[in-house]
């Protein structure tokens, strides 16, 4: 049962839970039907695994408490690497392996840490909320037989999905409707409305399991690299998917690998970025050698869970070593370090005109495009989706330099509250990134109607926070560090783009 033993770890507990004989099915592919029907245990049974899994959640929530950053040497003492090595050449990092960074040491005291505790955690998470966001009872029950929303919920959840394929798709609204599973929900529907359960013969509970350890596997406390940036980015890739120039050559596994990318391109991300690794001496940043830390880390992360899953266990041995290299390739190219090389590349394509889609290498690599374009598409939803946007990667940045500040580090570029304005840093972000990336991918559709379309919002969204800047600069008399739009400094905002945690994000 890979995904307790995963979950209520020997390493992280002190003990190996064990489940009471017979409270658990002993095959969990053994069980046909179980998608349908009532739930297969009784209440009172499922009460008890319920408090079983109460009692164990407090104490792994009071390890982590031990272990998060309560001085500058915690810095400098973050537990080394623990990966699992399969069958084949490709190491997969344990889940979980990331070091806690908890940002509530902003605001308490080493002397006021009560919120690992099970009465806290008790009075944060209520019994109906907990019972349906825990991995016991989602990882082996099918989710249709837990859901606890109200059934209007769930019909305006069914309703949005139908218009899944839409760029003014709002999946804030989704996540609400889902009661926070919108990364689950939205990759369960595009399996099977692509086909691609039936085509690669899916375990329907196997890969909702798989699912649920990506969506889990990020963090909530991110005001923006969390779950709800993934459903984002994989919604966008869907729309790029129907694009008429591209729909028509690509394969099922195509597919499967652009929405897989796009779920799981940010998966476990601490909500920092690389420059804090490294100059905090950060295991990862020795094991990768200060080269797509986190990107890499993003993709051993997504192997490793597709191998505790099994999801493509059924597959031949060199298919499934295929789509862990292809998956590497995309969660690679999300890094922005990297942008002029891919820019580079698409714009010499274009001005040859020998871009053939039938060939699997040039479809490879427009799917390395699409991936960067969805991960920083937000400048080019309508105003009300793009603020909201911008307003939590700002937040995540400034995040990190009050943590940068209090632990005596140097700041980065754009997480300096006092300096660095919401505008100014989203004006920056799209000239330089937003712009030349989304100009070129119009150009590769044949200006079809959604890249028209997205290219409208960017063009009005970019107008509105000049004018907020404006207003900004005359409100301050013109000599605050708030009025930093200029190009000066935007071009700075641009070259340190990986460097301010948004690996590609726009607002």
Excluded at 262 to 274: F, L, T
Excluded at 292 to 313: F, I, P, Q
Aim: glycine share 6%; aromatic share 8%; charged share 20%.
């Amino acid at each position: 049962m890979p995904v307790l033993e995963r979950y209520f770890h020997s390493a992280e507990l002190g003990r190996r839970w064990t489940a009471p004989e017979g409270a658990l099915p002993s095959s969990l592919g053994s069980r046909p039907g179980c998608q349908q029907g009532p739930l297969p245990w009784d209440l009172p049974e499922m009460i008890r695994m319920v408090k079983l899994v109460w009692k164990s959640k407090s104490e792994l929530q009071a390890t982590k408490q031990r272990g998060i950053l309560e001085n500058e040497d915690a810095l400098h003492s973050f537990p080394g690497d623990a990966r699992l090595r399969g069958q084949t050449g490709v190491p997969a990092e344990r889940r979980g392996s990331y070091p806690f960074l908890d940002f509530r040491l902003l605001h308490n005291t080493a002397n006021s840490g009560e919120f690992g505790t099970k009465k806290k955690v008790k009075r944060l998470l209520s019994f109906q909320r907990y019972f349906h966001a825990s991995r016991l009872p989602r990882g082996i029950i099918p989710q249709a037989s837990l859901h606890l929303l109200d059934e209007d919920y769930l019909g305006q959840a069914r309703h949005m999905l139908s218009k899944v394929g839409t760029w003014d798709f709002d999946i804030f609204l989704f996540d609400r409707l889902t009661n926070g599973n919108s990364l689950v929900t939205l990759l369960c529907h595009l399996f099977n409305i692509h086909g691609l359960i039936q085509h690669f013969k899916l375990d329907m509970v196997t890969l909702h399991r798989f699912l649920v350890m990506v969506q889990e596997d990020y963090h909530s406390q991110n005001p923006y690299h969390n779950a709800v940036h993934a459903a984002d980015v994989t919604q966008a890739m869907h729309c790029y998917l129907k694009e008429p120039k591209l729909a028509s050559f690509l394969t099922p596994l195509d597919i499967m690998l652009g929405l897989l990318a796009a779920a799981a391109h940010d998966v476990d991300h601490p909500g920092v970025n690389q420059p804090f690794l490294i100059k905090t001496n950060h295991h990862l940043a020795s094991l990768y050698q200060n080269m797509s830390v986190l990107e890499n880390h993003h993709w051993r992360s997504t192997v490793g869970m597709l191998r505790e899953s099994r999801l493509l266990a059924h597959l031949p041995k060199e298919m499934t070593e295929d789509i862990e290299q292809q998956l590497g390739s995309l969660i690679l190219a999300t890094d922005i370090n990297r942008q002029n090389e891919f820019l580079t590349q698409l714009k010499t394509h274009l001005q040859n005109k020998d871009l053939r889609l039938e060939d699997e290498h040039d479809r490879h690599f427009v799917l390395q495009i699409a991936l960067k374009c969805a991960d920083i598409c937000n400048p080019c939803r309508v105003w009300e989706m793009s603020k909201q946007w911008s307003e939590k990667v700002c937040e995540e940045f400034y995040r990190q330099g009050d943590l940068e500040k209090k632990f005596q580090l140097e700041i980065s570029p754009l997480c300096n509250q006092q300096k660095d304005s919401i505008a100014s840093i989203q004006i920056g972000f799209m000239t330089y990134i937003v712009e030349p990336l989304f100009q070129e991918w119009a150009h590769f559709t044949g200006n079809s109607a959604l890249s028209e379309n997205m290219l409208s919002h960017l063009a009005y969204n970019k107008a509105h926070w000049k004018m907020l800047l404006l207003k900004q600069t005359r409100s301050s008399g013109g000599g605050s560090g708030r009025s930093s739009g200029s190009p000066d400094h935007t071009d700075r905002g641009a070259e340190n783009e990986e460097q301010t945690v948004t690996e590609g994000v726009a607002p």
